[in-house]
Each structure stands twice: as structure tokens, then as C-alpha cells.
């Protein structure tokens, strides 16, 4: 049974930093695009980043480029998500999705690319 299972939510204040993490059980997904999506309230879910398989080639959301990094270590099946410079506006729930194929470059922002979820962490920043 595959699970993902995301650490690292909190509160914080504007301009503080996060490091979010996605550990990965049931199969290795070390030769996939990882993502992070991330949801408000009243809001659809959003893309974040992904990561391609190597950790070489990324893709960010324009809200959150220049400020968010994402990486992967395929040998502990975990993945991560650094937020710097945090604003209000970044307050969401925070999701790791992983797929069950390959995934086009074009379609790394997909939601339905994706068929493994977690359950999400809170992230709040306040002003």
C-alpha cells in the first residue's frame, strides 16, 4: 500500500521559512516526477513544484518561484519542499502527490496526473 505522508506544517509569521517533507511507503517512486500542490480554503488546489527524477530539473508555480525550493533524496523515498519568505498568501494545506507514471514535462502542474496523495499539512503564515 503506498503512502505518502507530509511533516513540517506550522505557524509562522510573514517572512519566515518552512521546510516541508514527503515520505514515501509501499513502492519507490525514484524514476517519477514528485509535486507539491497546496490548497486554501474556498480555493481549487494549486500547483507548488515538482521534481523530476534525477532532482535536476524542477518546476515552480509562479506564485511561489524564487522562494520555495524543491528536492528529493531517492534514497530514503523522501522528498522536500523549502519555503522562504513566507507570506500570508502562502497559507494553505500542503499536499505530496507522486504518480503512478510518467508524467510530460507540460503536465507536471496537472492535478489529475497525479494518483497517490497525502494527507496534507497545515501551513499558516500570519502578517
Known amino acids: 500500500q503506498v503512502q505518502l505522508v507530509e511533516s513540517g506544517g506550522g505557524l509562522v509569521q510573514a517572512g519566515d521559512s518552512l521546510r516541508l517533507s514527503c515520505a514515501v511507503s509501499?513502492?519507490?517512486?525514484?524514476?517519477?516526477?514528485m509535486a507539491w500542490f497546496r490548497q486554501a480554503p474556498g480555493k481549487e488546489r494549486e500547483f507548488v513544484a515538482a521534481v523530476g527524477w534525477r532532482g535536476a530539473s524542477t518546476s515552480y508555480g509562479d506564485s511561489v518561484r524564487g522562494r520555495f525550493t524543491i528536492s528529493r533524496d531517492n534514497a530514503k523515498n523522501t522528498y522536500y519542499l523549502q519555503m522562504n519568505s513566507l507570506k500570508p498568501e502562502d497559507t494553505a494545506v500542503y499536499y505530496c502527490?507522486?504518480?503512478?507514471?510518467?508524467?510530460?514535462?507540460?503536465?507536471?502542474?496537472?492535478?489529475?496526473?497525479?494518483?497517490?496523495w497525502g494527507r496534507g499539512t497545515q501551513v499558516t503564515v500570519s502578517s
Open positions: 509501499g513502492r519507490t517512486f525514484s524514476s517519477y516526477v
Open positions: 502527490a507522486a504518480p503512478s507514471k510518467i508524467i510530460e514535462l507540460s503536465k507536471v502542474h496537472v492535478t489529475h496526473e497525479y494518483e497517490y
